[in-house]
C-alpha cells in the first residue's frame, strides 16, 4: 500500500563519507550559493518526508546549526554507506516509521519528487526496495544506489549481510529485490555529485544557471 502522506517516511541523509577527492573533512558543510552543499539537500529532502536525520560519524556537534538529529554508523569500521542505512533504519524503528528514503549529503539537485517516484516504481514493481536511475546516453541506466527507498523490515537482514562482509550496496538490494524508479529530466543532471574542488565549481555554476 502506498504511504501517501509521507507520515510513514522518515529521509535519512548520508553524510559519512571520507570525502578523500576533496581533501578530507566534510565536503557537504562546503559553501554553496548563500548555504552549504548540505543545506540545498535538507532543505530538497525535508517537504518530501517526515522527518529527517543525518548519518555521520565523529563529533555531531559540527551540524548543530541544522537543528537535525544525528545517528553515527554503529558499525566500527568504516563500511561504506550500508553502515549508515542501518543506523538509520535502527533510529526509524525506535520511532515507528514504516520506510525511510536515503539521499547523499554531497548531491543538492536531486529531484523534489525523489521520494514519490521511489515509492511508487517499489510499489509498482512489488518489491520492498527501490533505487533512482537516469538513463545512459547510448543505451542502459545509470544508478543511484545511495538514493533508495527502504522499509524499515529490512534492517535485520541487512545487519546480517554487514556482518557476513556486504559493503556495497547493489550487493545488497539485488537478491533482496529492488524497483528501478527511473527519472528521465537530465537537464541539468538531478544526481551530480560533488566530489570534487572541481566539481564544487561546477555546482556553484549550476546554481547559479538555475537562480537566473
Known amino acids: 500500500m502506498a504511504v501517501t502522506d509521507r507520515r510513514g517516511v522518515v529521509g535519512l541523509v548520508l553524510a559519512g563519507g571520507r570525502s578523500t577527492r576533496m581533501g578530507g573533512g566534510d565536503k557537504c558543510l562546503l559553501p554553496l550559493g548563500r548555504g552549504t552543499v548540505l543545506s540545498h539537500v535538507t532543505e530538497r529532502l525535508r517537504p518530501q518526508v517526515a522527518s529527517v536525520v543525518l548519518n555521520a560519524n565523529g563529533d555531531p556537534s559540527r551540524f548543530a546549526d541544522y537543528g537535525y538529529p544525528v545517528v553515527a554508523d554503529g558499525i566500527d569500521c568504516y563500511a561504506g554507506p550500508l553502515a549508515g542505512v542501518l543506523a538509520g533504519l535502527d533510529w526509524a524503528a525506535e520511532r515507528g516509521f514504516e520506510h525511510m528514503v536515503t539521499a547523499a549529503a554531497d ?24 533505487m533512482a536511475m537516469t538513463p545512459r546516453d547510448g543505451g542502459g541506466l545509470d544508478r543511484h544506489p545511495t538514493f533508495g527507498w527502504w522499509p524499515v523490515e529490512v534492517r535485520a537482514a541487512l545487519r546480517y549481510a554487514l556482518a557476513g562482509g556486504v559493503r556495497k550496496v547493489v550487493e545488497f538490494t539485488g537478491p533482496v529485490g529492488c524497483a528501478k524508479a527511473i527519472f528521465h529530466d537530465r537537464s541539468p543532471e538531478p544526481f551530480f555529485n560533488v566530489n570534487t574542488p572541481e566539481d564544487l565549481r561546477t555546482a556553484r555554476a ?7
Open 206 to 212: 549550476m546554481l547559479e544557471a538555475r537562480e537566473a
Open 107 to 130: 548531491t543538492p539537485f536531486f529531484p523534489s519528487d525523489l521520494v514519490v517516484a521511489l515509492e511508487a516504481a517499489a510499489v509498482a514493481g512489488r518489491m520492498p526496495l527501490a
